[in-house]
């Protein structure tokens, strides 16, 4: 079955700082997903990579795909505090959106 | 355009009770999925429905069933809970089963 780690786990930012987090897979994604999540509510959909090398962004938040579609990366660049929650990437197993979820990465940003 | 709408929100229930949850998807979407999400992990597969028959299902029991209506909309019914049972249970929907998932903003079930 397939398994998606990210890291880091957690990761707490100053205000302004820009910061990384990846999602390794341990088989090739057909399809890979980004969701923000605040505590204890529904996942907001961020970005959806398919290709590899595929990159996309909306507003200050850029996902990438790989070329050997096997890790993804979201960078998200000046951060604010409207940025902090929980981030989980989701791998499509080419079975029709049956997603497979990483454990997250909970990012607190300090003002 | 209304999203994904999932009741109730929150419910208590105590072990060996049964519990229905209910979605409504995305306007114009007819696929509907089911995830389990314990607290501080992320969300687990439980199951698909599409054209009223359920299409795919990850690794839960028979105790987790579901059904979708002639609208779209489903219902995912757990039978004889047991306290690990306990967690937010997320809908999410596409059209077909391919584009972006939308999720609702889930129903948290606590078992006592």
């Known amino acids: 079955s397939q398994e998606l780690e990210q890291s880091p786990q957690s990761l707490i930012v100053q205000e302004g700082k820009n910061l990384t987090i990846n999602c390794t897979s341990s088989k090739t994604l057909y399809g890979l997903y980004w969701y923000k999540q605040k505590y204890g509510e529904g996942l907001i959909f961020l970005m959806m990579l398919q290709k590899g090398g595929e990159e996309k962004s909306h507003e200050k938040i850029t996902a990438k795909l790989d070329e050997k579609k096997q890790q993804s990366s979201l960078h998200i660049t000046a951060s604010q505090p409207s940025h902090a929650g929980i981030y989980l990437c989701g791998a499509d197993n080419n079975a029709g959106n049956m997603l497979t979820f990483g454990g997250g990465t909970r990012l607190m940003v300090k003002p | 355009d209304a999203g994904v709408t999932q009741s109730p929100t929150h419910l208590i229930k105590t072990r060996g009770q049964q519990v229905t949850l209910r979605c409504s998807p995305k306007?114009?979407?007819?696929?509907v999925s089911w995830y389990q999400q314990a607290l501080g992990q992320g969300p687990q597969f439980i199951f698909q429905?599409?054209?009223?028959?359920?299409?795919q299902r990850g690794n839960f029991p028979d105790r987790f069933s579901g059904h979708q209506f002639p609208n779209y909309s489903s219902e995912l019914n757990v039978n004889a809970l047991l306290l690990g049972d306990s967690a937010l249970y997320l809908c999410a929907s596409s059209l077909s089963a391919a584009g972006e998932l939308f999720f609702g903003e889930g129903s948290r079930l606590t078992v006592l």
């Open positions: 306007s114009g979407h007819d696929t």
């Open positions: 429905y599409y054209e009223e028959e359920e299409r």
